[in-house]
Structure formats: C-alpha cells, structure tokens
C-alpha cells in the first residue's frame, strides 16, 4: 500500500519561489508514473508535471519555472516552483500511477498573490 503526503505549500508573492514535498510509504518506484497536479477553485485537476522514469514532462504553463525532483534514497519527490504567478494558485496533489492503481496525496495549497 502507498501513502503519499504532501507539505510545503503556502501563501507568497507573485515572483517568489516555493518547493513542494511528498513523502511516500511503499514503493513508489516500480515503473509507475510518478506527477504532481494542480486544482484550482472551480476547475479540474491538471498536470503540471510528470516522470516516467528518467523523462519528465512538464505543463506548457510551468515550463521552464517547475522542476519536478526525485529522491529514491528518501522515497520522496519534490516540486521546486520559481518565479511564481498568481494563476499557480492551486492546491498542489502528489501522484503515483501504476497498472493496478493509483494513489494521490491529500493535497496542499499554494496562494500567489500580486
């Protein structure tokens, strides 16, 4: 069984810089798909970044501003995010995708202000 948590979200100014965390139990590295996703108020969950193994995919919006990072040795992934605007505004989800399931973190908010 996984367990994803999320941490590190928060309220910034536009411009400023956050990184996100999630801790996992279990192993999350089996050959999933490994991303975080974003919500915000009134719209669907998208993705602003993912990793299949070593290749990782990044949302047009965030590209070039999110790096997504991965620690096997802590069984963590991260999101540094610079350079922020207020339409990142979001809670931020962890996922980890796999053949027979798939598991999300419990999410944490991210609030850019300008």
């Known amino acids: 069984q996984v367990q994803l948590v999320e941490s590190g979200g928060g309220l910034v100014q536009a411009g400023e810089s956050l990184t996100l965390s999630c801790a996992a139990s279990?192993?999350?590295?089996?050959?999933?798909?490994l991303g975080w996703y974003r919500q915000a108020p009134g719209e669907q969950r998208n993705m602003v970044a993912t990793?299949?193994?070593?290749?990782?995919n990044y949302a047009d919006s965030v590209k070039g501003r999110f790096t997504m990072l991965i620690d096997s040795a802590k069984n963590a992934m991260y999101l540094q995010m610079n350079n922020l605007k207020p339409e990142d505004t979001g809670v931020y989800y962890c996922?980890?995708?796999?053949?027979?399931?798939?598991?999300w973190g419990q999410g944490t908010q991210v609030t850019v202000s300008s």
């Open positions: 996922s980890a995708r796999f053949s027979q399931s798939t598991y």
């Open positions: 279990g192993n999350i590295f089996g050959g999933g798909v």
């Open positions: 990793a299949t193994g070593a290749y990782f």
